[in-house]
């Protein structure tokens, strides 16, 4: 066994591993014994959450409709958890921390479901009125059945016919395929089953009335489309030998076709997921801004049977526990808490939204986006007294109602661009944006204004901002590039 005074001699060995200048090779093993041995203290501070806090979490990221299915599976799955009476004060009165006051919603307006007979099913209803070989129908109700929902047909007549063959078991060739294919490009409305936008717009052409106008657009369609698309008039005229007149005539009724004849194919009005079920609603009442939760939640408090058999437990001398003692407990506790959570994530809620109204006021009572100021977190975490992380997870996905609209809550969220100047309020990326729009609204469609223009005219206005950031806010609105927005 190596001395304690030989460690020393040991650090001239070389590093760890290596062949040791003394020694025989029997006392390699302790060399490399020593060195495992080595013990590291290390200091490390860190935060971890208790259970409380992570349930309090999860709450708060929440949305409205998410948060009511939370509530109804947390009465669901703790018989402690229960609804109030609301002919019982006097319980409220017993244990007030236990309730939570019931949250307002806003009557949100029903629309009836749209029993109107589908696209998919006036296709079928038309198929079934040909008089159709049995394979061909069946073929063609497949096709209908693999349109996408603006009435496309991206399959080639190659893979349908595999499809066929796999789904409907019956082996076609390729022809027959195709025979039925023309059969579902036949219906109404004219352009379903098109390919792509070029064909679509060209099988709406071939259904019309042959006269000059309709020849015409068939022409820009079959042999000007790629300048069509990069609306080049010039070029058109050019190109097929059109006047000004003709030339408008056609481009006219090609922009009067529709480019999805089947966007109502499967489309279902009730669908949640083009609902937005707003979490606050901010209303202007004589003057006086007032704020609410939108949410569905009961006034919760904890079964009377459990707060019986708590009290019963407490009057019991301490010992053995009975049975069944651990699990009344837990519910007791878990029911305890989650109210008081609830409460505390509802009251968190309200503190942000209150912050929020307070410094975007102007924005609330007069709908001007102008009147937006330069908003981040920590702006509302120096009201609140809340954490940035608690004020990111409360704004994240979330939605107010006002009276003109239904916003994220991000959209009040803003930087300010450039210096503010002196008696000047500082913009916004949000002012910007709503400068850019009321540009291109009002810009000559003839001529639509460049991003470089539009960057020009903002620096005349005191703006210091760059092209690109002009191209970034522009396409955040929806706003496409000048030359989409040219009018032929």
């Known amino acids: ?137 069946s073929a063609a109700r497949f096709i209908i059945g693999s349109l996408d929902t603006n009435g496309y047909l991206n399959r080639s007549i190659r893979d349908l ?108 009005p009730m669908d949640a997921s083009n609902v937005i079920i707003p979490d606050f609603v901010v209303s202007n009442e004589d003057g006086n801004l007032t704020i609410s939760l939108n949410n569905r939640i009961p006034e919760l408090r904890i079964e009377k049977s459990f707060e019986q058999a708590m009290r019963d437990l407490e009057r019991t001398p301490k010992g053995k526990p009975a049975k069944g003692t651990e699990f009344i407990v837990t519910r007791y506790n878990d029911a305890r808490d989650f109210i008081r959570i609830l409460s505390q994530r509802q009251q968190t809620m309200m503190a942000v939204m209150s912050a929020i109204v307070k410094i975007q006021e102007e924005y609330f009572r007069t709908e001007d986006i102008y009147r937006l100021k330069p908003m981040m977190i920590k702006n509302i975490a120096d009201i609140t007294g809340y954490d940035l992380s608690v004020i990111s997870r409360v704004t994240s996905n979330k939605f107010v109602a006002l009276p003109w609209g239904v916003f994220p809550l991000r959209f009040f969220f803003s930087d300010s661009i450039g210096e503010e100047k002196e008696g000047t309020d500082a913009a916004t990326n949000r002012k910007i944006e709503a400068s850019i729009a009321q540009m291109v609204e009002k810009e000559d469609k003839k001529h639509p204004l460049s991003d470089r223009r539009i960057m020009l005219e903002l620096q005349q206005e005191g703006y210091d901002i760059s092209r690109r950031t002009v191209a970034k806010y522009r396409d955040r609105q929806g706003i496409p590039v000048a030359r989409l927005r040219k009018v032929l």
């Open 161 to 268: 016919t595999d499809d066929i063959a796999f789904g409907e078991g019956l082996i076609l060739t390729e022809e027959r395929v195709r025979e039925a294919v023309d059969i579902v490009r036949r219906l109404d409305p004219p352009g379903i089953a098109a390919y792509d936008l070029q064909d679509c717009l060209r099988l709406q052409l071939e259904a019309m009335p042959r006269t000059e106008i309709v020849t015409d657009a068939l022409g820009i369609i079959n042999d000007a489309y790629d300048a069509f698309t990069m609306k080049h008039r010039h070029r058109i005229m050019s190109q097929l030998h059109l006047s000004e007149q003709r030339a408008s005539a056609a481009l006219d009724l090609i922009l009067s076709l529709n480019p999805k004849p089947g966007a109502a194919l499967g489309h279902d």
């Open 1 to 137: 066994m190596v001395a304690t005074r030989d460690l020393k001699s040991l650090a001239h060995c070389g590093r760890v591993g290596s062949s040791p200048t003394f020694g025989t090779d029997a006392t390699r093993p302790i060399v490399y014994l020593m060195a495992s041995q080595n013990l590291e203290l290390t200091q490390k501070t860190g935060l971890r959450l208790s259970q409380q806090q992570l349930r309090f979490v999860r709450l708060l990221e929440l949305n409205a409709p998410e948060l009511d299915e939370a509530v109804e599976q947390e009465l669901e799955d703790n018989p402690a958890l229960g609804v109030s009476e609301e002919d019982a004060p006097e319980e409220r009165e017993l244990i007030p921390w236990l309730h939570l006051p019931r949250a307002h919603r806003e009557d949100i307006p029903f629309t009836p479901a749209d029993d109107s007979e589908s696209l998919y099913d006036q296709l079928l209803l038309q198929l079934s009125e040909r008089n159709l070989d049995a394979d061909i129908e």
